[in-house]
């Protein structure tokens, strides 16, 4: 079965960085768009990134764009984020979010990790 | 950006009770409307897509209805585990949103 397995969260200082990794197993990982969306208690649920399955095609939400990178190692079944400059406001639980068919561009969410938690921190 | 607005916040039933959740976009989305549960320390878990169509695995308690700017999510009848925070997500443009939520919780 689909298994999305999200790490490298943890607490960091305001301006730091930070990766974030999802590994992906039990469907075909370059065949599928995939998408980044956090999840705070003040702001609820945020898309923040998609990369396409080739990985060719990223868009991200104005909130993080140029602060923030999404990309794959599709030989690896992974899925990353890069969190650059990271601000206090930034500080959620990230999941990492599977796209419903192959070559899909319906940005719904099939599928889900458990999330991994940033907090931004002085 | 297309904002969502969730009604009521807190719906409080009891099991085996009818709960009528509602969805409003601010513009029209067709039926690219999704709908999640979400329970405490767990990831959102889709049940609805396509405004109407229920996802694998979902009890057909779960409906969905609606389209353009108007939309519910139905639980014929609730059972214990469906006391959760539901979502509804509109997917049609980027960036894609989520609404507020609408916590489910026991009478």
């Known amino acids: 079965q689909v298994q999305l397995v999200e790490s490298g969260g943890g607490v960091v200082q305001p301006g730091e960085s930070l990766r974030l990794s999802c590994a992906a197993s039990?469907?075909?990982?370059?065949?599928?768009?995939m998408h980044w969306v956090r999840q705070t208690p003040g702001k609820g649920l945020e898309w923040v990134a998609v990369i396409s399955h080739s990985g060719h095609t990223q868009y991200y939400a104005d909130s993080v764009k140029g602060r923030f990178t999404i990309s794959r190692d599709n030989s690896k079944n992974t899925l990353y984020l890069q969190l650059n400059s990271l601000r206090a406001e930034d500080t959620a639980v990230f999941y990492c979010?599977?796209?419903?068919?192959?070559?899909?561009?319906?940005?719904?969410?099939?599928?889900w990790g458990q999330g991994t938690l940033v907090t931004v921190s002085s | 950006e297309i904002v969502l607005t969730q009604s009521p916040g807190t719906l409080s039933l009891s099991p085996g009770e009818r709960a009528t959740l509602s969805c409003r976009a601010s513009q029209t989305i067709s039926a690219n409307l999704a709908w999640y549960q979400q329970k405490p320390g767990q990831a959102p878990r889709l049940l609805i897509y396509g405004a109407s169509t229920r996802a694998i695995g979902i009890p057909d308690r779960f409906s969905g209805s609606g389209s353009a700017t108007d939309f519910t999510l139905t639980i014929s009848r609730l059972e214990p585990e469906d006391f959760a925070v539901y979502y509804c997500?509109?997917?049609?443009?980027?960036?894609?949103?989520f609404g507020p939520g609408t916590k489910v919780d026991i009478k």
């Open positions: 979010a599977k796209e419903p068919a192959e070559y899909s561009s319906s940005w719904y969410y099939q599928s």
């Open positions: 997500h509109q997917y049609v443009t980027s960036p894609p949103t």
């Open positions: 039990g469907f075909i990982f370059r065949n599928y768009g």
